[in-house]
């Protein structure tokens, strides 16, 4: 017997250093425009509005390039404009909103099973664990790595161009197993725009998907708890 339950249709907004991405649960097709330094939380809205007039959706997940907890922004972003702490995106959207950090919505997108470690490498580094199903958000990007440098300075994009391909590589590589280790992650995804860019990928990683923010976007929306789905939350911590 069929069920007659509606399905929810979640809009999934992935927000970069560089771009707004934005994809339906219900289409294939991923829209986005540019951001920057000028992104604030009422233009990042505006140009959601714009490039989406044309879809119908219910619910919205928004990833966010910073701290949240308990589903709130704490902190305004490093990459971007201002407006962001304590903006209200329920009423922007006019429907249910949650907010998650963007690593960790790209996170539970790829996530497998295990003891996952997941780093963004992007205008930035996100980064995120999953461990059993339980999804927590990190910090780890302005911690100091060596040189009194931060993680950011060397796996970002601006220690990217500062110490070129090859040596950008090898700090990656670098990263990752230090940080496998520490976290004693089974394995590694890799993520974010850069990712990609690694000619070689470090032991234990993967390549990710940024289309897998999306994936995650949707997960949380799911009313139950099933083998890789999201159980409904806010929180910083989920269980997946």
């Known amino acids: 017997m069929k069920s007659n339950k509606k399905r929810v249709r979640v809009l999934a907004i992935d927000v970069g250093g560089s771009h707004v991405k934005v994809r339906v649960s219900n ?28 879809w119908t959706y219910d619910v919205v997940s928004i990833g966010y390039p910073g701290i949240v907890i308990h589903g709130k922004i704490v902190t305004e972003p490093h990459n971007l404009g201002g407006g962001w702490v304590g903006f209200d ?7 249910p909103t949650r907010v998650i950090n963007d690593a960790a919505m790209q996170a539970i997108g790829s996530y497998e099973g295990g003891r996952m470690l997941f780093l963004g490498l992007g205008t930035g580094l996100g980064s995120a664990m999953i461990v059993d199903g339980v999804v927590e958000a990190m910090e780890l990007a302005h911690m100091n790595f ?28 670098d990263i990752v197993e230090t940080l496998r280790t520490a976290m004693e992650a089974d394995y590694v995804v890799l993520g974010g725009g850069n990712a990609r860019k690694l000619k070689k990928l470090p032991k234990g ?24 789905g999201l159980s409904a939350s806010s929180d910083k911590t989920m269980k997946l």
Do not use: C
């Open 205 to 228: 990683a993967q390549l990710g998907n940024n289309d897998f923010a999306f994936i995650g976007g949707f997960r949380m929306w799911r009313p139950a708890r099933s083998k890789r």
């Open 27 to 54: 289409r294939r097709d991923v829209r986005q425009f540019e951001s920057g330094p000028d992104l604030t939380a009422n233009r990042m809205v505006a140009g959601v509005h714009k490039i989406t007039g044309d």
């Open 89 to 95: 995106f329920h009423k922007a959207f006019g429907r």
């Open 146 to 173: 060596k040189k009194d440098k931060t993680y950011e300075d060397y796996a970002g994009d601006r220690g990217r161009r500062r110490l070129g391909p090859k040596k950008w590589s090898h700090a990656v590589d």
